[in-house]
């Protein structure tokens, strides 16, 4: 691969293990999460400029108004959604910079996420690419409606919060499916799991959380 996807310095082996023995810390106790965290290379990303701040555990720009996650947040979500589960198909809601699709892609057969910001989702394909993650597939649309073409799927996962659980997605979930979402307004919001039995549909509520809001429709910002 042309580009550094090992790292030196503050994007090297030693500082991701650093930043996995946070995560741990925390409470993430998934090991083949913690795993992926640290073979995952973040600074890949994000722009060079934030490069040496990669493996902290925090959330930073991406442009388009939009952030990546911090690293706790995609493992914890990555931890309920893969819990003693194989996963055949995920969807993935607000693809970003692409680095959570690439996490789940190495949990998943299959990882089709959608994204509303084009710019945004012609980066993300670029690093697909040069990763060669070929088990992604990609769109630029509406994360509210989902995908339907391609469920029922055994796990979404959300990188938008919304006020309310979208209905479409709900309906897109596989029996025992599990869907991950953070909800609610700015300062007030949860991360929820919901998964569909046979009887309905079961929430548990987790920990608090910061995302930008779900919203509707396409942006064509490049």
Same mark, same amino acid.
């Given at each position: ?46 722009? @060079?400029? *934030? ?5 902290? =555990?925090?959330? %930073?720009? +991406? !442009? ?14 990555? @931890?309920? *959604? ?5 996963? =055949?198909?995920? %969807?993935? +809601? !607000? ?128």
């Amino acid at each position: 691969m042309p580009l550094d996807i090992k790292g030196i310095g503050m994007t090297s082996q030693r500082t991701r293990d650093r930043l996995a023995k946070t995560l741990v810390e925390m409470g993430i106790k998934s090991e083949a999460v913690l795993d992926v965290i640290r073979k995952t290379p973040r600074h890949f990303f994000i722009d @060079e400029a *934030l490069a040496s701040r990669a493996y902290e =555990n925090t959330a %930073l720009p +991406i !442009g388009f108004n939009q952030t990546i996650s911090q690293p706790y947040i995609v493992a914890k979500m990555t @931890e309920i *959604l893969i819990k003693d589960k194989e996963l =055949n198909n995920v %969807l993935e +809601i !607000g693809t970003g910079c692409g680095y959570q699709t690439v996490v789940i892609a190495q949990f998943a057969q299959y990882v089709y996420t959608v994204e509303r910001v084009d710019g945004l989702l012609m980066r993300a394909r670029e690093r697909f690419q040069e990763l060669n993650y070929t088990n992604i597939r990609s769109k630029h649309s509406d994360g509210n409606v989902g995908w339907s073409a391609h469920g029922p799927y055994d796990g979404i996962i959300v990188a938008a919060a919304p006020i309310g659980v979208p209905k479409a997605l709900i309906e897109q979930l596989a029996l025992n499916g599990r869907l991950v979402i953070p909800i609610g307004e700015s300062g007030e919001q949860k991360l929820l799991l919901i998964t569909r039995t046979q009887d309905g549909y079961n929430e548990e509520f987790f920990d608090s959380v910061s995302f930008v809001p779900m919203l509707a429709g396409i942006d064509t910002s490049r």
